[in-house]
């Protein structure tokens, strides 16, 4: 497996970084690409000289954050680039152009998800990269995971590689999974989703139909939470309820902590 991992060197990004290196361990082995962006204003003379001072300093925040990962696995190799670019348009960038099967960020951790509405690269990558997103909040430390939720809604998944990470990862777990649809209220109960049984037929996995609770999100989290779920997991389409939901103004006061990885698959 080959992941990008966006890095601005904070704690947050940092535990991401080791948390998909431990991951890559137990898989036995893979490559991260570290990608640090420096982006400033030229501003005549200045700008040669804080570009060199940052450059340098990256240089050696990337050298340092390679040596505590090395210390974690002999398994994974590592590569980095340092840019000079806006976050966003940079990161965005490699994941069409680098061959990535996946992109592991940070989140501020007590807050995840509304903090992924606020402008971050987190939010701009989940709503404009081609590849999956795995945001993993602060504080988290990796370990096997044995519960997994799925949130799914009408829209039918006509492209088996959409699903592929999600099954790949549960399978090499073990975990559980939890399907869950979030129907509208008054809408009929489906015991059994059919489109998607036949990716998940081969997995221990269980559909779960949930009347929606306010928010999406809300309904998810909360179902997560209360099975004590160690990821959730859901699918990003073009103006689907994902998206809504993100570029909603007032979804900043509606979502409320999420303390598990974020897995966003992205589908056409």
Known sequence: MKVLCPTDFSN?????????VNYLDQMGGGTVKLVHCINIQRRAGLYTSMN???REKAEMDIKQLKAELRKISDKVAFKHS??????????LYLTQNGHFDLVVVGTKGLTALKNLTVGSVTEYLINHSPI??????????YFR?????????SNVV?????VKPLIDLVKFTGARLDMVHVRQKG???IEYDPGMDIYFSDLDYRYKSLELDDTVAETLTEYADDIDADMLVMIHRKRNWLERLFKKSHTKQELFEIETPLLVLQSE
């Open 145 to 153: 995971l044995k519960s997994v939720v799925i949130g799914v809604d």
């Open 187 to 189: 809408d009929p109960i």
């Open 52 to 54: 060199d001072t940052l």
């Open 158 to 162: 006509s492209d088996m590689d959409t």
């Open 132 to 141: 999956p997103v795995l945001a993993i909040p602060n504080n988290i430390d």
């Open 12 to 20: 947050t990004s940092i535990n991401a970084c080791k948390w998909i």
């Open 82 to 91: 340092i840019s000079h670019a806006d976050p966003k348009s940079g990161a």
